[in-house]
């Protein structure tokens, strides 16, 4: 990994499972030729190049929390090895109309999912079963349809 001056880092300030962490790992997450875009993940480690997700991925595509992942010798992500199961959604409040985002955060983890702020306008948000899942897809589309928020899962 050769890091410039002009690189963005995006990191994570809670980490849903900051208890269980114990090494930072870097995902590239966009390189437009001039500089490129990281994200510093909180992880488990559990070997040399073999770590455990501790973080909800803000905007790495390729993983989800719990994520059994390996890295290159310079601890840069290289690919998951064992999926957790866990499944990822993100959410945008940035264009909603007086949406409370404390609400939806607390409706979310009384659903079961667990969330992590990246800002004021973005929330992550894992859900570690299919039933919790569904019922986190289903919230979120309501919201949706309401114009409270947008969303996306990185594994639809």
């Known amino acids: ?89 993100r959410i945008w409040f940035g264009n909603s109309l007086g949406t409370d985002t404390g609400e939806v955060a607390q409706t979310l983890q009384n659903l079961g999912a667990e969330v992590e702020w990246s800002s004021r306008n973005l929330l992550a948000v894992s859900a570690a079963s299919k039933e919790i899942n569904g019922n986190v897809l289903k919230y979120l589309s309501h919201q949706h349809s309401q114009q409270c928020l947008i969303y996306e899962s990185i594994r639809p």
């Open 1 to 89: 990994m050769t890091a410039k001056a002009d690189d963005l880092y995006r990191t994570h300030q809670s980490p849903v499972w900051r208890a269980e962490a114990n090494f930072l790992i870097m995902a590239r997450v966009d390189d437009d030729g001039e500089s490129q875009k990281w994200e510093q993940l909180w992880t488990k480690k559990i070997d040399a190049y073999k770590f455990v997700i501790c973080c909800i991925p803000f905007f790495t595509w390729d993983m989800d929390l719990g994520d059994e992942v390996e890295t290159t010798n310079d601890y840069v992500f290289s690919r998951v090895l064992r999926p957790s199961g866990y499944k990822t959604h």
